[in-house]
């Protein structure tokens, strides 16, 4: 019940974000926040996270697409009383189809989150992230255990 909705709430908090951030700093402007350790930095990622595979664009467009109807058979698949799985595999399509947004659009990917240990990522990153982290969690969570065969 809860799937669709929050995957599109994640999409659209995703994209008015980039959209402040391409309408606020300049490509390549950084706004401090947290001193040196987090700012805000206008990106274009035209490759995967971590700025992995540059320049795959149309390539990772596909894979982007994929994604998606993978996680979308999941949903399907699995009941809904896995709340902890819908709800990752709901955080993971709301952030892939931000990014896909991002490359069918505008070609590249607008980064913004800046932590200086790490390469810059956006909202969309997180919420794949988290709901990948979450679907682990819920496998480790319902496998069998040793004995339980």
Do not use: E, W
């Amino acid at each position: 019940m809860f799937f669709y909705p929050l995957a599109l709430l994640i999409l659209l908090i995703d994209q008015y974000l980039k959209h402040l951030v391409t309408k606020s700093i300049p490509f390549g402007g950084v706004i401090p926040l947290l001193g040196n350790f987090l700012k805000l930095n206008y990106v274009r990622n035209t490759g995967a996270a971590f700025s992995l595979f540059i320049g795959f664009s149309p390539y990772l467009a596909v894979i982007g697409f994929l994604v998606v109807i993978v996680v979308i058979y999941l949903h399907y698949r699995f009941p809904p009383k896995n709340f902890l799985l819908q709800f990752g595999l709901a955080c993971l399509l709301g952030g892939s189809v931000g990014n896909l947004a991002d490359r069918l659009t505008r070609g590249y990917v607008v980064d913004y989150l800046d932590i200086t240990i790490l390469p810059v990522f956006n909202f969309a990153d997180i919420m794949i992230n988290f709901g990948v982290i979450l679907i682990m969690f819920y496998l480790v969570a319902s496998s069998p255990k040793k004995g339980d065969v």
